[in-house]
């Protein structure tokens, strides 16, 4: 996995911080992770500046003066990760509902069979979603198969939080016109790399819901995934070459 980067954003994940940045870097000894933390108040960031003396020129940390949303996190991610040397930059949760040993499935989409991106897909195989209440598991199914309808997309899972991109995506995409911050961010990247006609491909996995910590997921949040995706779509139809 060369000149690859795992993003991580963070918000209170001090059960979980040590643990998933071990488990990353034990899949490889040449992948990087950086964190970025919004100024957690259990001292997620104080932990990674430990763990930075174990992992010297591998682990990085952003630190952010408050919680600003999983967009901005991953949009800062993305800036810091192309200005520096890597090829294959990813997206991953802190909390094990993404298990690490999957990054090297996601790598080889990309680096050796020809995808742009690569989504680790809970519905691509069915559903395979490990200790969510049902009420969830449809809601976050059903919440794909509505972002297909509307935006035409033949993915699967188009909420998945579980990505990689070769570099040349996120170059050719305009960082600073994304939208969503929330729920529908990861919506919005993939629609985006699909109108640029890059090739994504699923990659089948098991999502397994956090056991330490607490979930972020909001009312909030899914709403602007609903109401935004309508929107979304109907900008694209009227503004596609500022996308």
């Not at 980067?5 to 870097?25: D, G, H, R, S, W």
């Not at 997620?44 to 930075?52: A, D, G, I, P, Y």
């Amino acid at each position: 996995m060369n000149n690859a980067v795992v993003i991580i954003p963070t918000y209170n994940e001090i059960e979980n911080i040590e643990l998933i940045i071990k488990a990353v870097f034990s899949e490889s000894d040449a992948i990087h992770i950086l964190v970025v933390d919004d100024n957690s108040p259990d001292g997620t960031s104080h932990k990674v500046k430990e763990l930075q003396n174990e992992f010297s020129g591998r682990l990085h940390l952003k630190e952010r003066k408050e919680k600003a949303g999983l967009g901005t996190a991953y949009i800062l991610g993305f800036k810091w990760s192309l200005i520096r040397a890597y090829d294959y930059i990813f997206e991953m949760d802190a909390d094990f509902s993404h298990n690490p040993k999957d990054l090297i499935r996601l790598y080889k989409a990309c680096a050796e069979n020809g995808a742009d991106m690569s989504i680790g897909s809970r519905y691509i195989t069915g559903v395979n979603v490990v200790n969510w209440p049902m009420s969830r598991v449809l809601m976050s199914y059903l919440a794909s198969k509505y972002v297909r309808l509307v935006t035409g997309m033949k993915i699967s899972d188009t909420t998945a939080g579980f990505v990689c991109y070769k570099r040349h995506v996120l170059e050719t995409l305009d960082l600073t016109k994304i939208k969503f911050i929330g729920y529908a961010f990861q919506i919005e990247m993939k629609f985006k790399t699909y109108l640029k006609r890059f090739k994504i491909v699923e990659v089948p996995v098991i999502f397994t819901d956090r056991t330490r910590g607490e979930s972020k997921l909001s009312s909030g949040i899914i709403s602007e995934a609903v109401f935004g995706v309508i929107s979304m779509k109907l900008k694209s139809l009227f503004k596609r070459k500022a996308l």
